[in-house]
């Protein structure tokens, strides 16, 4: 499979949408896009996703960057804080319109607003949330 999102083939482009729809890629697209400010650290996905090994979770993040639907972004050392994360992950630009093209993203808001109401967050995840994250 390409890890390009530029124009592909038919067989390539039902290939992409069968890769990020398989259970657990697509949850973590969704929780990408459910999360505020749309940057979980992968502590945030692992807790998100909590019937999933940890080492699952990271897996199918590396997938997803590799073919170009996920990107890693980093704080930059000075911005660095003890005890709070420094990597985070979010939807690159061609992902997020490849996302689009495909009918993908129909229930960002409805994801962001059930996620508003999850009450139960551990005390970690809740200071992971608000950690700060890179400006782009």
Known sequence: MSTDLGPASGKETREL???VTQQTRFALVNNILQHPK????????EELNPSVSDATVYKHIQKLIDVGIVKEVALDDDQRRQ??????????????????????LAAEETLQQIY???SDKPEKMVKYENAPRPEE
């Open 17 to 19: 949408v069968h890769f």
């Open 38 to 45: 749309q940057l979980p650290s992968m502590y945030e996905l």
């Open 83 to 104: 005890g709070y994360p420094w990597k985070f992950y979010g939807l690159t630009e061609d992902g997020r319109t490849f996302l689009e093209e495909h009918n993908l």
């Open 116 to 118: 508003e109401t999850i």
